[in-house]
T-cell receptor
Framework: AQTVTQSQPEMSVQEAETVTLSCTYD???????LFWYKQPPSRQMILVIR??????QNATENRFSVNFQKAAKSFSLKISDSQLGDAAMYFC????????????????FGQGTILTVHP | ETGVTQTPRHLVMGMTNKKSLKCEQH?????MYWYKQSAKKPLELMFV???????ENNSVPSRFSPECPNSSHLFLHLHTLQPEDSALYLC?????FGQGPYEQYFGPGTRLTVT
């Protein structure tokens, strides 16, 4: 079974600075997807960024980028120019690329990292 | 944020009550999910429906009963719950055919308190 580990329960950053959130995962599969989700205090979980394992290029979305190290099974999220609105719980998630079977629809989440942004 | 809606947003119920949670997605997706989010625990997948058919029941107690009448609506019927069932219940939906990456879109959740 796949597992996702976020080793940082809490992180903090000054506004306009850069912060990196860590995520490692364990899988025997070679094809999969990785996601970072953000859950602000209002509780609506939103997708921040995604990475296909077959792509070597790291995904970027505006101020958000990932460092995907497939061999090390590491998938960290970098937030540049942090803003007060970035304060939230961040979840790393894994999803098998297999269609059907026991992996169907399953997102495996990490425990989450609470990010605080200081003005 | 209005792609997946959930009602009610907050629910307090006694252990002998029967209540239902509702989820609706306006994204044209074919798969819908129920998750349980408890404090200090990772999200737990409860049920998966694809094209109205249940494809996953993640060892959920029978006091939780899902219903999916069509690809846009999902219900979670609750009866004789326990205090440890108090949690945030999240609904999500996704496209589950064709090319991935099949990202899931979440609703705002129902905060359930069992007294």
């Amino acid at each position: 079974a796949q597992t996702v580990t976020q080793s940082q329960p809490e992180m903090s950053v000054q506004e306009a600075e850069t912060v990196t959130l860590s995520c490692t995962y364990d899988t025997s599969e070679s094809d999969y997807y990785l996601f970072w989700y953000k859950q602000p205090p209002s509780r609506q979980m939103i997708l921040v960024i995604r990475q296909e394992a077959y792509k070597q290029q790291n995904a970027t979305e505006n101020r958000f980028s990932v460092n995907f190290q497939k061999a090390a099974k590491s998938f960290s999220l970098k937030i540049s120019d942090s803003q007060l609105g970035d304060a939230a719980m961040y979840f790393c998630a894994y999803r098998s690329a297999k269609a059907g079977g026991t992996s169907y629809g399953k997102l495996t989440f990490g425990q989450g990292t609470i990010l605080t942004v200081h003005p | 944020e209005t792609g997946v809606t959930q009602t009610p947003r907050h629910l307090v119920m006694g252990m002998t009550n029967k209540k239902s949670l509702k989820c609706e997605q306006h994204l044209g997706h074919n798969a819908m999910y129920w998750y349980k989010q408890s404090a200090k625990k990772p999200l737990e997948l409860m049920f998966v429906y694809n094209f109205k058919e249940q494809t996953e029941n993640n060892s959920v107690p029978s006091r939780f009963s899902p219903e999916c009448p069509n690809s846009s609506h999902l219900f979670l019927h609750l009866h004789t719950l326990q205090p440890e069932d108090s949690a945030l219940y999240l609904c999500a939906s996704s496209v589950e055919f064709g090319q991935g990456p099949y990202e899931q879109y979440f609703g705002p959740g129902t905060r359930l308190t069992v007294t």
